[in-house]
């Protein structure tokens, strides 16, 4: 082989070393199917801190006949409780306390060695999914970092102890999604023409270096510069497709309140424009000392999860709290419901919502009968509440996965639990 000029060489290797994050993304496998089951399009995991008070949260009535008791928690869903399925009963098995229930909630208590390899649940999802997409994944956040990135305020890894931060700033979310995003015949944004500019530079020079290679080197070349294509389209989408609208512009400094809800707005429009199949909210996190001044509290949200029954009056002011993250979800399922899917009906059609949480009962620090509420997908019997009565979350895990069309039959620690929890298919 000829030889390869240092300038050459130097280049070449600049341009696969800006590729090379998203060589991943292309090699990525596909969508898993082992039957014919019906599967949800997209993933949204949706979290809210520091437990719950049981007897507040927990709804009535049988499997088909679910209702909220007046003044519950889960009492601002009543309007969308027909796309809902309520889970009680699930246990994060040999977990506890607010560090143990972060870690294990999503990740399963997996790690380098268990199928998962150490992932979160949607990490894993978008790596089997989301190789075809803008964003693989799409974390959003609201406050999460005011304490740095640690147990504590992550939910979401791409390994064991490999955290995925949230972005928080829905301004910077909304220059990531919408930089390029632009009304037919508005002009070019420059900063994506510069970026593109660049990215010519970097493939001519790579076609280059291709002439002068072998064909296993070749071959890796031509997917680094199929990933330079990948980064091109994610820097804009052009004039909007069907359905694909650009979020309102974040208001800056905007309050806890304010900040949820334009990242709501984003989540939605990212799934809208088809950006991503798989996207997170996390509100806070745990032991989040967030005041929820709007409501008229004065005491942190953590502070408010320990008053025991003994303060009557202290349980309802959490309860206030909850309630208002539960209008927050209900909000959720009302934008999904309002947002067209490309391929028909709405994007809560094709959308699997989850509702998480790290604790079950706040005050006593406990990982039992931990709160997860389900939504649309198109996948499940939506409307019910299941009694698992004690079921490992793993197997939680395990049937998001097959929802979204994978084919694993374990989720993080295998000895915890294994297999889907059959009751949601039924």
């Known amino acids: 082989m000829p030889p390869i000029s240092r300038r050459s060489l130097s280049l070449g290797l600049g341009a696969a070393l800006l590729a090379s994050p998203f060589v991943d993304l292309l090699s990525g496998g596909g969508r898993a199917r082992a039957d014919a089951k019906k599967t949800a399009r997209r993933l949204v995991v949706f979290f809210t801190p520091n437990g719950t008070v049981p007897s507040r949260w927990r709804p009535v009535g049988g499997e088909s006949s679910l209702s909220f008791p007046a003044g519950s928690i889960l009492e601002p869903l009543t309007p969308v409780k027909g796309d809902l399925i309520v889970c009680d009963g699930v246990d994060f098995v040999g977990v506890s306390n607010h560090e143990g229930g972060m870690a294990a909630m999503l990740t399963g208590g997996g ?7 150490g992932m979160s649940v ?8 989301g190789g075809g997409d803008r964003f693989a ?36 979310v909304h220059a990531r999604l919408f930089a390029g995003l632009a009304p037919a015949g508005a002009p070019a944004d420059p900063r994506v023409a510069r970026r593109r500019r660049a990215l010519d530079v970097a493939r001519e020079e790579l076609a280059a270096l291709s002439a002068r290679l072998g064909k296993e080197e070749r071959d890796k070349l031509g997917v680094h510069l199929a990933s330079l294509d990948k980064l091109d389209a994610s820097w804009g989408v052009g004039a909007a497709a069907a ?3 650009p979020a309102p512009m974040p208001v800056a400094k905007p309050s806890f309140a304010d900040q949820g809800a334009q ?16 996207a997170s909210l996390q509100w806070s996190h745990t032991v989040g000392p967030q005041v929820f001044d ?16 003994s303060n009557p009056s202290g349980v309802e002011q959490f309860v206030k709290a909850e309630r208002w993250y539960a209008s927050q979800f209900a909000g959720l399922i009302d934008r999904l419901r ?22 079950g009962d706040g005050r ?37 996965c097959q929802a979204m069309g994978l084919t694993n039959q374990t989720f993080g620690d295998a000895s915890k639990g294994q297999g889907p929890v059959e009751a949601l298919w039924s």
């Open 111 to 117: 790690d380098a060695g268990s199928l998962s390899r």
């Open 122 to 129: 949607d990490q894993f999802v978008a790596s089997k999914i």
């Open 137 to 172: 994944s799409l974390e959003l956040g609201v406050q999460t970092s005011a304490w740095g990135g640690n147990v504590q305020t992550r939910m979401c890894y791409s390994a064991p102890g490999a955290f995925v931060p949230p972005d928080d700033d829905p301004a910077s």
């Open 243 to 245: 359905g694909c609208q």
């Open 263 to 278: 990242q709501l707005d984003l989540l939605v429009a990212a799934l809208a424009c088809g950006m991503t199949r798989v």
């Open 294 to 309: 709007w409501l008229g509290l004065t005491e942190g949200h953590h502070a408010l999860s320990h008053i025991d029954d």
């Open 338 to 359: 309002a947002a067209p899917d490309p391929a028909g009906g709405t994007l809560l059609d094709s959308t699997l919502v989850v509702w998480a949480k790290e604790l």
């Open 364 to 400: 006593l620090h406990e990982c039992k009968s931990v709160p997860f509420v389900m939504a649309g997908g198109g996948v499940w019997r939506t409307g019910r509440l299941l009694q698992l009565n004690g079921t490992p979350h793993q197997r939680l895990l395990v049937s998001i």
